[in-house]
T-cell receptor
Framework: SQQGEEDPQALSIQEGENATMNCSYKTSINNLQWYRQNSGRGLVHLILIRSNEREKHSGRLRVTLDTSKKSSSLLITASRAADTASYFCATVGYSTLTFGKGTMLLVSP | DVKVTQSSRYLVKRTGEKVFLECVQDMDHENMFWYRQDPGLGLRLIYFSYDVKMKEKGDIPEGYSVSREKKERFSLILESASTNQTSMYLC??????????????FGPGTRLTVT
């Protein structure tokens, strides 16, 4: 399967700092998606980047995609305590997603 | 807003019981999915369905079955629950590819404990 792998597994920062999470995958993709999961809850879709795109922004989120390196990064700028969550990348088959194991982000006030 | 609901947030069952997990979505999505989530293993796809009465096996279908009699409802069935099926179960739905992409919308999850 085209599983994404996030790095680091855990990240701890202070409010106001930027947080960067990386995702590597193994095979060609149609698109790559990032999701957030607050503790014990369902996942929420954050952003989708297509294979022909290199960068995408949504509010404080910036996603990059390098298909030659089979990697993506998610940058959260000016982080807030409410950003504390697990973040997952998901690579896309025709109609299914394959999720990585996630990065746990802790933002301290 | 898309809403995906799951029948229970927490469920405790005994080994050998038959367990039904229900999922309902209200946005006329064709695709529906069941995942389980375990620490250190991430989300793994159990089954998915792209139409009423259609089902496809995911990565870990053993010990599970599904039912989709109506478009909005997708049920996960544990025929004889075992302790290794203790997990968080997440349901999701999405539009059919070609109808707007495959962003998935998740329910809140059911934490199942089998004793």
């Amino acid at each position: 399967s085209q599983q994404g792998e996030e790095d680091p597994q855990a990240l701890s920062i202070q409010e106001g700092e930027n947080a960067t999470m990386n995702c590597s995958y193994k095979t060609s993709i149609n698109n790559l998606q990032w999701y957030r999961q607050n503790s014990g809850r369902g996942l929420v879709h954050l952003i989708l980047i297509r294979s022909n795109e290199r960068e995408k922004h949504s509010g404080r989120l910036r996603v990059t995609l390098d298909t030659s390196k089979k990697s993506s990064s998610l940058l959260i700028t000016a982080s807030r305590a409410a950003d504390t969550a697990s973040y997952f990348c998901a690579t896309v088959g025709y109609s299914t997603l394959t999720f990585g194991k996630g990065t746990m982000l802790l933002v301290s006030p | 807003d898309v809403k995906v609901t799951q029948s229970s947030r927490y469920l405790v069952k005994r080994t050998g019981e038959k367990v039904f997990l229900e999922c309902v979505q209200d946005m006329d999505h064709e695709n529906m999915f069941w995942y389980r989530q375990d620490p250190g293993l991430g989300l793994r796809l159990i089954y998915f369905s792209y139409d009423v009465k259609m089902k496809e096996k995911g990565d870990i279908p053993e010990g599970y079955s599904v039912s989709r009699e109506k478009k909005e409802r997708f049920s996960l069935i544990l025929e004889s629950a075992s302790t290794n099926q203790t997990s968080m179960y997440l349901c999701a739905s999405s539009l059919r590819v070609g109808r707007g992409g495959n962003e998935q919308y998740f329910g809140p999850g059911t934490r199942l404990t089998v004793t």
